[in-house]
């Protein structure tokens, strides 16, 4: 069983920029799709962004032209970054392997606030 590990994560004024990482324990090559998915307090989980192996890419109507996913199969390890960023994206960022999901990270927190 692959496991996820998120970093990145932590508090940023409205405007700025993070990059979250996520690192596995084995090759993600064998899921077709990576993703991150977030979690604001009292909100449901939504998908954020996700992306095929070869590299097609889904984004969430909030996010689009302010993040971007990437993978770097060779690594194993898949990035946000993520530009702009709103108080409205505070939340807990996940990292996912697989679609349907069968992989989920530990989580990592972003705050966005002045």
């Known amino acids: 069983q692959v496991e996820l590990v998120e970093s990145g994560g932590g508090l940023v004024q409205p405007g700025g920029s993070l990059r979250l990482s996520c690192a596995a324990s084995?090759?993600?090559?064998?899921?077709?799709?990576m993703g991150w998915y977030r979690q604001a307090p009292g909100k449901q989980r939504e998908l954020v962004a996700d992306i095929t192996r070869g590299g097609s890419t889904t984004y969430a109507n909030s996010v689009k032209g302010r993040f971007a996913i990437s993978r770097d199969n060779a690594k194993n390890t898949v990035y946000l970054q993520m530009n702009s960023l709103k108080p409205e994206d505070t939340a807990v960022y996940y990292c996912?392997?697989?679609?349907?999901?069968?992989?989920w990270g530990q989580g990592t927190l972003v705050t966005v606030s002045s």
């Open positions: 084995g090759s993600i090559f064998s899921f077709f799709v």
């Open positions: 996912t392997a697989g679609e349907p999901v069968e992989v």
